[in-house]
Nanobody, 126 residues
């Protein structure tokens, strides 16, 4: 099974930016990739997902206009560019892969995923 490793988390000021990376052990050509986050005391929620076809993307309402999901299949890597970070964005961010789904279906449920990364911490503080 494909292994996923996230990186790029850290501490950033409100209004700042981070880029998260999700490096896969194998090709992402057949996978929908999603970014999820989980804050303390909260359930894991979908943030953004992308299909194997560029242009098929989904964003949670809370991040629309601020976050951008992308993939570089040549590097077996997916990204989440986070701009204009807010105090409510801190969480552990996870990437997930799912072979047969649609972007909205994948992102609205944190279940039935084929692969999960172990997460990377994002902290937003002045």
């Amino acid at each position: 099974q494909v292994q996923l490793v996230e990186s790029g988390g850290g501490l950033v000021q409100p209004g700042g930016s981070l880029r998260l990376s999700c490096v896969a052990s194998d090709s992402l050509d057949g996978y929908h990739i999603g970014w999820f986050r989980q804050a303390p005391g909260k359930e894991r929620e979908g943030v953004s997902c992308i299909s194997p076809l560029p242009g098929n993307v989904y964003y949670a309402d809370s991040v629309k206009g601020r976050f951008t999901i992308s993939k570089d299949n040549a590097r077996n890597t997916a990204y989440l560019r986070m701009n204009s970070l807010k105090p409510e964005d801190p969480a552990v961010y996870y990437c997930a892969g799912e072979m047969k789904t649609a972007v909205q279906a994948m992102c609205t449920k944190a279940t039935h995923k084929d692969s999960w990364g172990k997460g990377t911490q994002v902290t937003v503080s002045s």
